[in-house]
T-cell receptor, first 112, second 116 residues
Framework: GDSVTQMEGPVTLSEEAFLTINCTYTATGYPSLFWYVQYPGEGLQLLLKATKADDKGSNKGFEATYRKETTSFHLEKGSVQVSDSAVYFCALSYSGNTPLVFGKGTRLSVIA | GAVVSQHPSWVICKSGTSVKIECRSLDFQATTMFWYRQFPKQSLMLMATSNEGSKATYEQGVEKDKFLINHASLTLSTLTVTSAHPEDSSFYIC????????????FGSGTRLTVV
């Protein structure tokens, strides 16, 4: 079945450091790919998405490119802030009323 | 737009009692809602898919008699944890898929259930 694998955390970075969170997927079809962020005690918020190969999703300084050849969707940010501390989930889905398939999440802590 | 309101945000109940969690789509019609469970520092585990006007589809290993899901209208789905036990303590999150593909999935803010 379909699955998402993302790098184990936690990741601890200093403010203004470069962030990369790796995500790879296994899929039988051509899914859309997502990054969600979860702040403590809250639900999930969509951070960015890409619906087809070579698409780049971007939001709030984060970006990720849908790489079909490497089945990857790595999340990057050039300069993290303390407020970026959260858990980040990579996910995939197909069209129609199918649920999201999530990776295990990566906890990011940014220290001043 | 595309807001899903989930209540309560937290609840403490005694063992053996039942707890109902509501999810409402405030500004769109959600024909399908998804219910997830999240253990501390872990990912979201899909429990069931709730379709308006029909029975929910449960994932393997999820007890349908314990986790009752009702989706009686296009804007409301409920999850009732029956005869709750401490091992049911968890964070429960609902999600709905908006008909506009550009909007995609919207999540409720989650319910922290503690069974004592």
């Amino acid at each position: 079945g379909d699955s998402v694998t993302q790098m184990e955390g936690p990741v601890t970075l200093s403010e203004e450091a470069f962030l990369t969170i790796n995500c790879t997927y296994t899929a039988t079809g051509y899914p859309s790919l997502f990054w969600y962020v979860q702040y403590p005690g809250e639900g999930l918020q969509l951070l960015l998405k890409a619906t087809k190969a070579d698409d780049k999703g971007s939001n709030k300084g984060f970006e990720a490119t849908y790489r079909k050849e490497t089945t990857s969707f790595h999340l990057e940010k050039g300069s993290v802030q303390v407020s970026d501390s959260a858990v980040y989930f990579c996910a995939l889905s197909y069209s129609g009323n199918t649920p999201l398939v999530f990776g295990k999440g990566t906890r990011l802590s940014v220290i001043a | 737009g595309a807001v899903v309101s989930q209540h309560p945000s937290w609840v403490i109940c005694k063992s053996g009692t039942s707890v109902k969690i509501e999810c409402r789509s405030l500004d769109f019609q959600a024909t399908t809602m998804f219910w997830y469970r999240q253990f501390p520092k872990q990912s979201l585990m899909l429990m069931a898919t709730s379709n308006e006007g029909s029975k929910a589809t449960y994932e393997q290993g999820v007890e349908k008699d314990k986790f009752l899901i009702n989706h009686a209208s296009l804007t409301l789905s409920t999850l009732t944890v029956t005869s709750a036990h401490p091992e049911d303590s968890s964070f429960y999150i609902c999600s709905a898929r908006h008909g506009d593909r550009a909007v995609g999935y919207t999540f409720g803010s989650g319910t922290r259930l503690t069974v004592v």
